[in-house]
């Protein structure tokens, strides 16, 4: 595969998708994208990463609803993140396009530094037009995906399984609403993966070989 190139992977919550491109970067030595994007948006927005994940699956304006869910608010304009002692302002004027427009242009610069692995942000249809790409879903069984959360967070079956129902639903929406395409059409992709039936050193080594690497 040539260089500079981007390989994208969209991933169902509970899939494993995070790690194994974390993998394939190393395995590549490349850079891997996914936590130093929400620090960028939570710069970029002045918003917590709770903030970023809910107000993404927000079909309307989603701030002030938000903002009644997470916390009490001490002042106007402040907001509190319950899940830390982070406050910062916020500015009311944001819409839910901010953050897709924030997200295509911190992925555009990224993708521009060199080759790289781009975890999730629908780096699939915003990086479409670039050269060199390769975009790859992964994805398991809700049984599969369930059991991964309840041992990576400690978590009860119950409270996974709200998770995973969370996520996908807030995905779903915004993946849609501005591709006008599902995540789950293969068709968008180069590579899917069902990780009930391999690991994910597998997933990585089959990946590597699509590459030719």
């Known amino acids: 595969m040539k260089e500079p190139f981007v390989i994208t992977i969209s991933r169902e919550v509970g899939s494993g998708g995070r790690t194994i491109g974390r993998k394939l ?7 891997f994208s996914d936590k130093e994007l929400v620090d960028a948006l939570q710069k970029k927005l002045n918003l ?8 993404k699956g927000k079909k309307k304006r989603w701030l002030d609803d938000f903002i009644q869910m997470v916390a009490p608010v001490p002042m106007s304009g402040m907001l509190v ?9 916020y500015n009311k004027s944001l819409s839910v396009n ?12 990224i ?11 629908s780096g699939f249809f915003v990086l479409k037009d670039r050269p060199n790409k390769v975009d790859i879903l992964i994805t398991a ?16 079956r119950e409270k996974a399984l709200e998770v995973i129902e969370s996520v996908d639903k807030a995905r779903d929406n915004y993946v849609q609403r501005y591709t006008g395409q599902s995540r789950f059409d ?3 992709y180069h590579i899917v993966l069902n990780m009930d039936y391999i690991t994910e050193d597998q997933a990585v080594n089959l990946i590597l070989a699509y590459l030719g690497k």
Do not use: H, P, W
């Open 48 to 55: 917590t990463e709770s903030g970023i994940e809910e107000l």
């Open 81 to 89: 993140d319950g899940d830390s002692d982070y406050i910062s302002e």
């Open 111 to 121: 993708a521009d530094q060199g080759s790289c692995v781009i975890a999730g942000r």
């Open 25 to 31: 970067a190393e395995k590549l030595g490349v850079r």
């Open 98 to 109: 901010d953050v897709f427009e924030a997200e295509k242009e911190i992925l555009n610069g």
């Open 141 to 156: 069984s809700l049984e599969n995906r369930i059991a991964r959360i309840m041992s990576k967070q400690g978590l009860t």
């Open 186 to 188: 293969a068709r968008n």
